[in-house]
């Protein structure tokens, strides 16, 4: 090799060298793009394929009644679920596993498109609450559908069934209406109360969710826990229900349709809330049964409306002691002013019938025998308006406040009330004002209110705010008080209570309802039978249809020398309230103040703990009426 | 010429023993092995960095050999050598072992050879001794139509495995001679030309639709996200994830979680990249671009033209190597199974380049002890 050959060879080469550094050159560059440029958007995606970040639902407050009863337990259960990074996303996959769930194909691609549009930090259930039988078609599925998992959840379960449907509501999954009501308040996928006390302190039962990040690996197998936010479970709390007093309230229900609120008169604390029929909570916390659709949703009867705060009956004669408090106040008639019933009276051109001829009574009389003619005398007296304001004065205009949701209003017609509701007439006629005066006509009232006016009457002018929560769980597992709203005083003047007070007790002792008396417990209590159709005469009355018959009402208070409970009961279609409320009612206080203290329900924690006999805090206590110890009434049934 | 076992002999190869190359070989296979190490750990792949260190050691020692072995009379026994290479191809095709749908594999007593690693540069050894007679600018194009005609059976050998990615390594063979005699630009242009309008004819009428989509695929992998396009992807991650500084010895999320496939062979390379960062492609990039520098340097040294083409030629294959792989786990080439020098797991891949640096050596030790 010449030099002239020798140097060229040498430039050649050096050209090649160049060119490899070249090439080593625009790889770097391409490094640089991947490793400088794109390096942020790059560790993103990393970060997101290998760190799941999945939702650990708390588990809510367990529900107990005033004994420390558990009403809502806590189980574990097992749910078919994707994942929400595992959401299928071909239409066929979506549709192969609808057809081997036997569920809408339709149904289930919107609830996975729904889930994958909003971001559901939370598994999209496909399958809840799996059996044994449940488990194996599970796994089988999930060799068919690798996108399938199994989840543990916690689940409620709600104890004694249809006890305390109406009270206690069920939960479910948070639906669209729901969330697009309160937008961000809800999460998708969320477990909230849907409805009863459930739905109206979600907020204190719900919990605290907690957050579990954890590294995967390229099939989704945790390999490590990356984070762990503890989820905090909701607030357990006490109600104060009695779950005795419940159980003998729906006992006493058997199939009769109608409601029943019994409240404790020191505090407005709902001792027994029952609506009948009833349904069982636990039948809608996952995906129902026809049969159970059919039984509680398409059931003409509606178990599922609580007719206890959302039912409005004419309150019937249950009304009169409204009328009588009016008419005392505005001084139209004096404890001893009497009226002679004929058995019917003309008013207004128009005959009004009474169920008896009373001959002349006194307003005590009046009340304890129910005569119609007396209080027609006093609506001839007074003005619808005047009546509406005594309403509103001691409360029953308003709506109870009650911890449940959709409470209605009770409807006390008024000329406004009419100018602003009446279908045809928009005018009072003073002929209606008669109507009223015996809670008939426009009158509806719903059980709870009725059974609040009665309290206000049991607690001397004081009206209560009822209510359902009575005290949380502490962290040793003791129940904290919370204490009740304190009742606003009406200011009802004690005589005119003394008169009222002697009526109701005439009532039970010698009036309507004396077939309901209870040895050794002073009843106090008003009898109601309003009529649902038009009237018609007694003879024809027994061959009438179910649904045509009067409603029967019993409102009252006991015991007299002390009262501590007031209660409302309405049955639907049963006749006379004498013949078929008062008879609950009765029932109610043979539990409450003489079962009870024999045969207590075994007791939770070792110890009864009596509503009335619970040493409480001298702030607590001034909140209160001054509870006296029930031990008189107990000892005197013997 | 005798092999050197005098001392005196030996003395003075120890002193041209190439240092560079000796450094570089030594810390490439080092921070290869340390790659295999993290990228094994924990998988079914555990103890290859061991197998691997293994290899680097016979392969160290090999080229050590080599290096003092005359590669004249290594280049006059190429034919016989050239024959057994492709007898042993042929073996292969009839007994070979199959390994993810290639039979490139002898396998005996839990040893496994792939004999088209070794071919390679058999081969080129073979055509630089064939060319060897004539000067650089002295080659006519028949001489390159010829040595093509020697590279031939053995491609057409390794297409039969089928194995396209070995095959490919073949090529560079043959490319960077006539740069090295000089090329009219004429013949590039008419190359380039008629390489298009061949390619549109088969495209276009010989080619099957699943062809084509396999075409498609191999040059742009995201039209296969679940098959080589998830590997790229996820090989993409691997790397920008790795950033400026890298996560780390044996903490790269994309490789300790097995979101990266194939990462002790194909892949490996974007192991190194997720722990080390950009620096460390850095100066991986650095270390291979001195090697090939250093082994056209000694091209340039050598005293014969044989040693001259087999020195181009072989940093025409370290170099296509280092291209391919490094740019397809980057996404910026086509996704096909060609290991990198030293990082990649293999015993035959790894022995060969051994064998191939010890051959330079020897060139370079030729040049320095005349």
């Not at chain 1, 479910?172 to 729901?178: A, S």
């Not at chain 1, 208070?557 to 009612?585: H, K, L, M, S, T």
């Not at chain 2, 990039?285 to 072989?314: D, K, S």
């Amino acid at each position: 090799m010449d030099l002239r050959q020798r140097n060229l060879l040498r430039k050649r080469l050096a050209t090649l060298q160049a060119a490899a550094w070249l090439m080593v050159l625009g790889l770097g560059l391409v490094y640089a793009w991947l490793q400088v440029v794109r390096r942020s958007e790059l560790q993103q995606l990393a970060l997101s394929q290998a760190v799941k970040v999945r939702t650990t639902p708390a588990p809510r407050g367990i529900i107990f009644d005033r004994n420390g009863h558990r009403l809502v337990d806590n189980r574990r259960a097992l749910h078919l679920v994707i994942q929400q990074e595992d959401l299928p996303k071909e239409a066929s996959q979506v549709e192969s596993l609808a057809q081997a769930l036997e569920q809408d194909p339709a149904q289930l691609a919107r609830r996975v498109q729904m889930a994958r549009s909003a971001g559901m930090k939370r598994s999209l259930i496909v399958q809840d609450n799996l059996d044994d039988s449940g488990l194996a078609r599970a796994e089988n599925l999930r060799a068919r559908f690798p996108f399938l998992s199994i989840e543990v959840a916690p689940r409620r379960v709600y104890q004694g069934d249809e006890l305390a449907a109406h009270v206690l509501g069920y939960v479910g999954e948070v639906n669209p209406q729901l969330m697009s009501k309160e937008p961000g308040r809800y999460q998708l996928g969320e477990i909230v109360g849907r409805s009863g006390f459930e739905a109206a302190r979600n907020d204190l039962l719900k919990g605290q969710d907690g957050q579990r990040k954890s590294l995967v690996d390229h099939l989704g197998r945790e390999v490590a826990l990356y984070g762990l936010e503890n989820s905090t479970p909701g607030q357990s709390v006490y109600l104060t229900l009695d779950s005795g007093l419940q159980k003998t309230m729906q006992d006493a229900f058997g199939e009769e349709r109608g409601a029943g609120v019994v409240i404790d008169l020191r505090d407005g604390g709902i001792l027994a809330l029952y609506s009948s029929p009833s349904f069982d909570p636990n039948a809608f916390l996952g995906h129902m049964s026809q049969e159970d659709v059919d039984l509680y949703v398409r059931n003409p009867t509606q178990p599922m409306l609580d007719r206890a705060t959302q039912g409005l009956y004419p309150p019937g004669s249950t009304y009169k002691l409204l009328i009588a408090l009016c008419a005392l106040e505005k001084g139209i008639i004096s404890p001893e002013s009497t009226f002679t019933c004929h058995g019917r009276k003309t008013y207004y051109g128009r005959e009004f019938r009474c169920d008896g001829v009373h001959g002349t009574l006194n307003l005590v009389q009046a009340i304890a025998r129910s005569c119609d003619v007396y209080f027609y005398e006093l609506g001839a007296r007074l003005d619808v308006d005047e009546i509406h304001a005594t309403a509103a004065k001691y409360g029953l205009t308003e709506l109870t406040q009650v911890d449940l949701p959709n409470e209605l209003p009770s409807r006390i017609p008024s000329r406004d009330w009419k100018a602003r509701h009446g279908r045809k007439e928009k005018k009072w006629y003073a002929g209606e004002t008669i109507s009223v005066a015996i809670g008939q006509g426009q009158n509806g009232v719903t059980p709870i209110a009725l059974a609040r006016f009665y309290a206000m009457l049991g607690a001397k002018g004081k009206v209560l705010t009822p209510h359902l929560l009575y005290g949380q769980r502490d962290e040793s597992g003791q129940m904290k008080i919370i204490p009740p709203q304190k009742p606003r005083d009406a200011g009802l003047d004690p005589k005119v209570w003394a008169v009222l007070d002697e009526g109701l007790y005439e009532v039970v002792r010698s009036g309507t309802a004396h077939k309901s008396a209870l040895p050794g417990v002073t009843m106090c209590g008003k009898t109601g039978t309003s009529q649902v159709t038009t009237f018609v005469d007694k003879a024809h009355y027994r061959t009438l249809a179910k649904q045509f018959r009067d409603n029967a009402l019993f409102a009252g208070y006991a015991p007299r020398e002390n009262p501590q409970i007031a209660w409302a009961v309405v049955v639907e279609n049963a006749g006379f309230g004498a013949d078929a409320a008062a008879p609950i009612a009765r029932k109610l206080c043979q539990y409450w103040f003489l079962d009870r203290l024999k045969k207590p329900l075994p007791p939770p924690g070792g110890k009864l703990p009596d509503a009335f006999e619970e040493p409480q805090s001298d702030e607590a206590e001034q909140d209160q009426e001054p509870a006296a110890p029930p031990k008189p009434q107990a000892d005197g049934a013997r | 010429m005798n092999l050197p076992m005098t001392p005196g002999a030996l003395n003075k190869s120890t002193r041209n023993l190439d240092p560079v190359l000796l450094f570089l070989v030594l810390v490439l296979s080092t921070l290869g092995t340390l790659t295999l190490y993290s990228a094994g750990k924990g998988t079914a792949h555990q103890a290859l960095w061991l197998r691997q260190s293994v290899w680097n050691g016979l392969g160290l020692l090999a080229m050590l050999l080599l290096s003092r072995f005359d590669y004249r009379r290594l280049a006059q026994s190429s034919l016989s050598i050239y024959i057994t290479g492709l007898l042993g191809l042929l073996v292969v095709l009839v007994i070979g072992h199959t390994v993810s749908g290639s039979k490139s594999w002898l396998t005996w007593g839990g040893i496994s050879l792939q004999p088209s690693e070794f071919v390679k540069w058999i081969v080129l050894l073979f055509v630089a001794h064939r060319l060897g007679t004539k000067s650089p600018e002295g080659l006519t194009n028949w001489d390159l139509v010829g040595a093509a005609g020697l590279l031939f059976f053995p491609m057409f050998l390794v297409l039969k495995q089928p194995d396209l990615g070995v095959a490919m390594t073949y090529s560079p063979i043959l490319l960077l001679f006539p740069l090295l005699r000089g090329i009219r630009w004429r013949w590039v242009v008419a190359g380039v030309l008629g390489f298009t309008l061949l390619s549109t004819v088969v495209w276009n009428y010989k080619l099957k639709t699943y062809q084509k989509e396999r075409i498609l695929t191999f040059i742009d992998p995201s039209r296969d996200l679940k098959g080589k396009g998830y590997q790229v992807n996820q090989s993409r991650i691997a790397i920008g994830a790795g950033g400026l500084w890298g996560k780390g010895f044996m903490s790269g999320s994309q490789t300790q979680l097995n979101f990266l496939p194939v990462k002790t062979t194909d892949f490996v390379f974007s192991v190194w990249a997720e722990e080390r960062g950009f620096v460390g492609i850095l100066i991986a990039l650095a270390l291979f671009g001195v090697l090939l520098h250093r082994i056209l340097a000694i091209a340039g040294e050598a005293t014969t033209a044989i040693g001259t083409y087999f020195c181009v030629g072989a940093a025409g294959i370290f170099g296509f190597h280092i291209l391919i792989n490094i740019g397809m786990v980057s996404g910026a080439l086509p996704t096909t199974g060609i290991p990198l020098p030293f990082f990649t797991y293999g015993g035959s891949s790894t022995l060969a380049f051994f064998l191939a640096l010890g051959i330079i050596m020897n060139i370079h030790h030729q040049a320095k002890s005349r």
